[in-house]
């Protein structure tokens, strides 16, 4: 069975700093991972996706990723943080494999994002 | 841009009642799917649905659900007698035909089931 783990329920970031938000995954073979940010009474917006190839994945908003194959990490970075950014983060995978098609999801993450 | 929209944005119904919520997928997509997000918890898989027959579905997905898309656009997804666990945010996704396209999301209907 896959899975994902976000470890952090909510992460606190000044306007302007780095932010991070981590993400680790446990799937069969290998993996399609997925950020989809979600505003307040809004859908799921797709950010960024990794795939195959280069392990830094660039995304919207000036979102990107770093797919981490040893780890199993897939952690969210933007080098500057705007107000605008403060969200839920969700993290999601599926295996590359045939067949089982349905994202799973992480349990989110609250970013804050402080002026 | 095109997007996936979905009807009604909310929905209230008594226990016992059947509900069906639609949706409106993007024009080239050829999978679709139905999530479910329990306030404060996370996004869960319910089914996807290819070709006209379910594709994959969850554990949650029992027999009170259903899945169809009757007319070539519309998605739909029935519970036949709604119970109080089933309050929920339900989502419909869809996605072209590569395995590597990512799922694109609807807003959201809102169900309480009271």
């Known amino acids: 069975a896959q899975s994902v783990a976000q470890p952090e329920d909510q992460v606190n970031v000044a306007e302007g700093n780095p932010l991070t938000v981590k993400c680790t995954y446990s799937?069969?073979?290998?993996?399609?991972l997925f950020w989809y940010v979600q505003y307040p009474n809004r859908g799921l917006q797709f950010l960024l996706k990794y795939i195959t190839g280069d392990n830094l994945v660039k995304g919207s908003y000036g979102f990107e990723a770093e797919f981490n194959k040893s780890q199993t990490s897939f952690h969210l970075k933007k080098p500057s943080a705007l107000v605008s950014d403060s969200a839920l983060y969700f993290c999601?995978?599926?295996?590359?494999?045939?067949?089982?098609?349905?994202?799973?999801f992480g349990k989110g993450t609250h970013l804050i994002i402080q002026p | 841009e095109p997007e996936v929209t979905q009807t009604p944005s909310h929905q209230v119904t008594q226990m016992g009642q059947e509900v069906i919520l639609r949706c409106v997928p993007i024009s080239n997509h050829l999978y679709f799917y139905w999530y479910r997000q329990i306030l404060g918890q996370k996004v869960e898989f319910l089914v996807s649905?290819?070709?006209?027959?379910?594709?994959?579905k969850s554990e949650i997905f029992d027999d009170q659900f259903s899945v169809e898309r009757p007319d070539g656009s519309n998605f739909t997804l029935k519970i036949r007698s709604t119970k109080l666990e089933d309050s929920a945010m339900y989502f419909c996704?869809?996605?072209?035909?590569?395995?590597?396209?990512?799922?694109?999301f609807g807003p959201g209907t809102r169900l309480t089931v009271l």
């Open positions: 649905f290819y070709n006209n027959e379910i594709s994959e």
């Open positions: 799937v069969s073979g290998n993996p399609y």
């Open positions: 999601a995978v599926r295996s590359s494999g045939g067949g089982a098609d349905g994202l799973t």
């Open positions: 996704a869809g996605r072209a035909a590569s395995l590597v396209n990512e799922q694109f």
